[in-house]
């Protein structure tokens, strides 16, 4: 199964200004802080479940209602239900149907198809209810086996490690000011992406998802470092967010704000970091650049530009300010041959 090329998110980088990073101190000074908190919830599991299976041709278990519920996901995205957060407070489908009802009436997708969003939203709630204790039955067993290892290997780890963990990378991205404790929710099965990040309508706090099914391994650290990232990016905001400014940067350089460059670029130095903390902290031995986001074709040659100037900053070669400036600069010579061929 191919990493990294799963990992998602539904965040917008916020504006802030440039400040120099300081070293992160060592475990023995940094103050007892909880960064992260992991959660469970069946009927989170169930929903992502279902939006896995209709996407998916692996045998689907006999219980009654399920291929109705499955033709409801199809029919209902993944994402808009989860924006807002109110679904992370439900515990069962009555309650998921009373949130939906709150959704927008429509959603408009990018191709400019409008959905009746609140209709399929509440239809796919309905659906759940009437194979909820079914699959409460039948399937949530071994899924919560499956979380509860996960989430054993993930507090072996990290749990008394995650504010070294952390101070690293908020240390590394401008994040100090950071401080919000992270809600991650692990479900067993889900579709692609295999992790993902979603905000409330009125908070820069990020809820984080991850299929530990999808995350073998050390794939496991470096979803819940990643997604963590992104959930602390709003909240950091003002403070000196080398996400920020990135695309300040390169917006200064010429780039236009719907330039793949503009988001692509900040969100590679995502994983970047999180692999890096993960190698340099937990695992040498990962090596995931030789596949997925690392290797998909129109990205490698910004890995090519970030993955050395950011290693050598985080090796302490280079200032903070160096490195984003080397790398805007490599962009910008790498888009002035294709600019020359459209001029007359």
């Not at 469970?40 to 291929?67: A, N």
């Not at 240390?171 to 100090?176: A, K």
């Not at 479900?187 to 309508?201: D, F, H, I, K, N």
């Not at 050598?312 to 200032?319: E, Q, R, T, V």
Request: hydrophobic residues 40%; contains cysteine.
């Amino acid at each position: 199964m191919k990493r990294f090329s799963q990992f998602a998110c539904l965040l917008l980088f916020a504006s802030s200004s440039l400040a120099q990073s300081t070293a992160p101190r060592s475990p023995s000074n940094l103050p007892s802080q909880k960064r992260f908190e992991l959660r469970v919830s069946p009927f989170l599991d169930l929903y992502f479940y279902v939006h896995k299976l209709r996407s998916s041709d692996q045998r689907r278990p006999l219980i009654d209602g399920l291929e109705q519920a499955i033709e409801a996901a199809r029919q209902t995205p993944l994402y808009q239900p989860l924006i807002g957060l109110r679904i992370f407070s439900c515990e069962n489908a009555a309650e998921a149907e009373r949130a939906f009802s709150q959704l927008p009436e429509t959603f408009t997708t990018r191709e400019g198809a409008v959905i009746p969003l609140r209709e399929k939203a509440i239809q796919l709630a309905r659906s759940l209810a009437k194979i909820e204790k079914q699959f409460t039955d039948m399937i949530w067993p071994q899924h919560r086996r499956s979380i509860e290892a996960a989430r054993a290997r993930i507090s072996e780890k990290l749990g008394l490690r995650q504010e070294e963990f952390f101070r690293y990378f908020t240390t590394h991205l401008g994040m100090e000011t950071a401080n919000y404790t992270v809600r991650i929710y692990l479900v067993a099965e889900g579709p692609w992406p295999a992790a993902l990040t979603v905000t409330g309508e009125e908070t820069n706090h990020g809820v984080c998802v991850i299929n530990v099914g999808a995350t073998p391994g050390s794939d496991l650290f470096n979803a819940l470092l990643h997604e963590s990232i992104h959930a602390l990016d709003g909240e950091s905001s003002g403070s000196g967010n080398v996400l920020t400014e990135f695309q300040n940067l390169l917006v200064r350089n010429g780039f236009e704000k719907n330039d793949p460059v503009f988001t692509r670029a900040p969100h590679l130095l995502v994983f970047i970091q999180a692999v890096e903390t993960v190698r340099r902290l937990l695992d040498s031995s990962y090596q995931p650049y030789d596949e997925g986001v690392f290797v998909r074709e129109g990205l490698a040659p910004l890995v090519s530009i970030e993955k050395p100037v950011w290693i050598d900053y985080l090796d302490g070669k280079l200032s903070r300010e160096e490195a984003l400036k080397m790398m805007v600069a490599a962009l910008v010579k790498a888009r002035k041959p294709v600019a020359a061929e459209k001029s007359p």
